[in-house]
């Protein structure tokens, strides 16, 4: 919701994650891979069982993730300023360019999925705070509406699938040369290295 309204969308929105879009955790990201890249700090869920059916509830849900984990979600936009309307993000997979995982996974009821407090930090200088309500209420809330749409739409979250939840705070432009970490409470860290402009 924080990005909603940094972005002036009303609506959820979903993409696709891709094999090469993956970035191992405390791995460099090179500035011409990207165009006008932000970044943000998510709840991963993976899967442990297919979600096929569009009524599904909350508990269903719940039993359906193995495993959460600390993430970046790395989104770029080919539009100009990032002036952008929900049909432009859904047309370009919802923004998103590169991913983050973090390596610790954990079990949800290890952490407070809803009220678990994240700290967004670049070079050690805080530049975005916020919460899982943040999130549609709750990180399990989006799951949920992602799973849904997808049974929906004929293409069902199966096993092994990973969801990244939606922000917990305001996005921040990423800065060339930085090391950026997201803090979850109960759930860890995760950190990716944006290498330096060069003029080479």
Not at 32 to 49: C, D, N, S, T
Request: aromatic content about 4%; charged content about 25%.
């Amino acid at each position: 919701m924080a990005v909603q309204k940094q972005l002036g969308v009303d609506q959820p929105d979903y993409g696709v994650l891709l094999d090469d879009m993956a970035v191992p955790d405390g791995g460099e990201v090179r500035p011409g891979r990207l165009i006008q890249p932000k970044a943000e700090a998510e709840v991963a869920f993976v899967l442990g069982r297919d979600l096929t059916d569009e009524h599904i509830t909350v508990a269903d849900m719940i039993r359906a993730v193995e495993f959460a984990l600390p993430a970046i979600e790395i989104v770029d936009s080919r539009i100009v300023d990032w002036r952008i309307s929900i049909v432009d993000t859904i047309a370009d997979n919802a923004s998103s360019a590169l991913y983050v995982l973090g390596s610790s996974p954990r079990k949800l009821d290890a952490f407070d999925v809803s009220g678990c407090e994240m700290t967004f930090e670049a070079d050690g200088q805080k530049v975005s705070s916020g919460a899982g309500h943040a999130c549609l209420g709750s990180p399990i809330s989006a799951a949920l509406w992602l799973a849904r749409t997808m049974a929906r739409m004929g293409r069902p979250l199966k096993a092994g699938d990973t969801i990244l939840s939606g922000a917990l705070g305001p996005m921040v432009r990423v800065e060339w040369g930085r090391r950026m970490e997201a803090h979850i409470a109960g759930l860890g860290s995760v950190r990716v290295l944006f290498a330096a402009e060069t003029n080479s």
